[in-house]
């Protein structure tokens, strides 16, 4: 369905993005992440042919973005990251109007119209003009114009910004509901709105990619690594034996908390739960349980972890793109 390879951007002497690679399933959700700056806009514009890559390529429905732009856009509704509306145009007159635009006509037009007015929520606001909307109402104008010519692909930049939390439901609502029978790109920096709509996740950290996942792997992964902490009043050596003897228990760290009482870090086979029998032991030393839990890494983590190192690289590495220089700016 989308598939992009080696793709990059230079503006002026600064590079946005840089040898990056990915592929999106038909009927797939797919969660694009990445710090400010990153490059998730970049890489949306290349991908409806609003600028030219520098190098690399990619194919949206096997029609390459270089040599058939008109084809891909087409084939892609698009909410930009600040949505142009005409705010002197009502809603439906714009609807109607966009909907012209990417050739529909007639009873279909009616229809498409009609269809995105009650799905992005709008029908109670079809006659009013675009300019007196609040943000939340122009956002949801500009899914629905990235809906109305029903097309394949919606590639929406942070689509819930701006949004109030019940408006962020619905719209998170809206994606779910669109999987399966259109392919979403959506980049957010809501890492709870990945886990709660995308079947992928892509993160892009100064221009590269860094992690390219799905979430039930990811799931699993943070299953898997899953520790055992507890926080005993004893003798360390001691406690520290009578843990790492508990059956599925792999190692045991000491990491002490500075306020007197260590915390142990139990590694375990397959991430297994061993609080039970943790706290038996701990009962059964005569020894004092501050704090027993089970620690199991977040999208957060992977986040922080991989834009960290992707940036401590950067900056140990070449920072060859000359971060901060704007040479081309549109
Ligand atoms: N037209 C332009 N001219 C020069 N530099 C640009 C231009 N557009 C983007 N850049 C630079 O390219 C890099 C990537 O920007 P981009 O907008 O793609 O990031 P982003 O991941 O969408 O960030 P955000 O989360 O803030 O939206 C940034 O360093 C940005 O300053
Ligand atoms: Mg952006």
């Known amino acids: 369905m989308i598939s992009v390879r080696d793709l ?23 969660g694009f992440l990445g710090p400010n700056g990153a490059g998730k806009t970049t890489t949306m514009r290349i991908l409806t042919c609003a600028i030219p890559p520098s190098g690399g390529t990619a194919e949206v429905e096997g ?13 892609i509704g698009y909410l930009p990251e600040n ?5 002197e145009m009502r809603v439906r007159e714009f609807l109607d109007f966009r909907g012209r635009l ?13 269809h995105v007015l009650g799905r992005c929520w709008l029908a109670d606001v079809e006659r009013k003009v675009i300019g007196t909307l609040s943000k939340g109402y122009r956002q949801r104008v500009g899914i629905a114009d990235a809906l109305v010519g029903d097309p394949p ?28 029978e259109h392919t ?13 709509v995308c079947d992928r996740v892509i993160i892009i950290a100064a221009g590269r990619l860094v992690l390219d996942d799905s979430l039930a792997a990811l799931r699993a992964s943070f299953e898997r690594d899953a520790t055992v902490q507890a926080e005993v009043q004893g003798p360390v050596e001691t406690v520290r034996h009578a843990l790492a003897d508990i059956p599925g228990v792999r190692s045991v760290e000491v990491a002490s908390v500075g306020d007197s009482v260590p915390r142990y870090v139990l590694v375990t086979e397959g991430g297994r739960d061993v609080r ?29 972890e991989a834009t960290v190192r992707a940036a401590t690289g950067k900056a140990n590495g070449a920072a060859a793109s000359g971060a901060g220089a704007r040479g081309e700016v549109e």
């Open 8 to 30: 990059s951007k230079v503006y002026g002497n600064a590079t946005a993005i840089q040898g990056v690679s990915f592929q999106v399933a038909r009927g797939e959700i797919l």
């Open 276 to 304: 039970e029998e943790v706290y038996r032991r701990v009962v059964k030393g005569g020894w004092t349980l501050r704090d027993l839990h089970r620690e199991v890494r977040t999208l957060e983590d992977v986040f922080v």
């Open 102 to 114: 990417k050739g529909l006509a007639g009873a279909r037009l009616r229809e498409r119209v009609d």
């Open 184 to 196: 979403v790109i959506l980049s957010t920096h809501i890492l709870s709105e990945v886990e709660a």
């Open 83 to 87: 949505v142009p509306l005409y705010p």
């Open 63 to 75: 029609r390459d973005i270089r040599d058939d732009s008109l084809g891909v856009r087409r084939s």
């Open 153 to 180: 692909i919606l590639i929406l930049d942070e689509p819930t910004v701006g949004l109030d939390p019940n408006q962020i439901r619905d719209v998170r609502k809206l994606v779910r509901d669109l999987a399966g």
